[in-house]
């Protein structure tokens, strides 16, 4: 029986915890915080975040801030890369330990993913671009080829990245934006060609 512990009982783990179904675990058990919560897709809320008894991790949450939190606190633990048996994903990808490729996705030929990262449903990443560690590239979002995003940037719902673009970390690109030039200052953009807001960042954008 193939064990997994995940961290986050939401709606995004209720989504992992199918896509690791399909990947041949049958022995899940969620964490979290809230102690209120004591299901989630059927299986059982074993306690807080930082209890995980003995066995592979895996880190559910969409705040950035919180996933890499844990990630952190568990970085000795074995953590698979989740990928739904729907998503595209060319042979020389490399996808960092705790990223999450769901349905629908598509990663085409010498793309790089970095650790802790959510390639959400329908989103697209093309050739060679580069994504660090916990971005979270949200659902039916477009990266064009050879884009580099930072660490810690959301591509926010629907928005598009044209290619050759560098977005630098800690950017949330809000939902429909195209970036059609560089992002080189951390922060919030919206819009069509996106420009920046004045308000701090968001975290994460799910739940
Ligand atoms: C961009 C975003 C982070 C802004 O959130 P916020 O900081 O709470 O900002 P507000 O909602 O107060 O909006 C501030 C201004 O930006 C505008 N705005 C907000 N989001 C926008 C968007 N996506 N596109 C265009 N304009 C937007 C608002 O209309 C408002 O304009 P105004 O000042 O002229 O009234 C948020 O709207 C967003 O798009 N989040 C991404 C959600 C997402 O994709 N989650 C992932 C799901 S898988």
């Not at 660490?151 to 800690?170: F, K, M, P, R």
Request: aromatic share 4%; glycine share 12%; net charge negative.
């Amino acid at each position: 029986m193939k064990k997994l512990i995940i961290i986050g009982a939401s709606g995004h783990g209720k989504v992992v915890a199918d896509i690791a179904m399909l990947n041949g675990y049958t022995d899940i058990v969620f964490l979290d915080d809230n102690a209120g919560t004591k299901e989630c897709a059927g299986f059982s809320v074993l306690g807080k975040s930082t209890e995980a008894p003995e066995g592979e991790v895996f880190v559910a949450i969409g705040n950035t801030e919180d996933r890499k939190h844990l990630m952190e606190y568990y970085c000795n633990r074995s953590m698979p890369v989740l990928i739904h048996p729907n998503a595209v994903v060319a042979k020389d990808v490399k996808i960092g330990a705790g990223t999450v490729v769901m349905a629908g996705a598509v990663i085409n030929p010498g793309a790089k993913i970095g650790t802790g990262c959510i390639i959400n449903t329908c989103s697209s990443v093309d050739h060679d671009c580069i994504i660090s560690d916990y971005v979270h590239i949200a659902v039916g979002s477009h990266l064009c080829g050879t884009v580099l995003v930072g660490q810690e940037t959301l591509i926010g719902a629907g928005a598009t990245v044209s290619n050759n673009v560098n977005v630098c970390e800690n950017c949330t690109i809000g939902a429909g934006a195209v970036v059609t030039c560089d992002l080189s200052a951390p922060g919030t953009y919206v819009g069509v060609p996106a420009k920046r807001l004045s308000k701090p960042k968001l975290t994460g954008g799910i739940d």
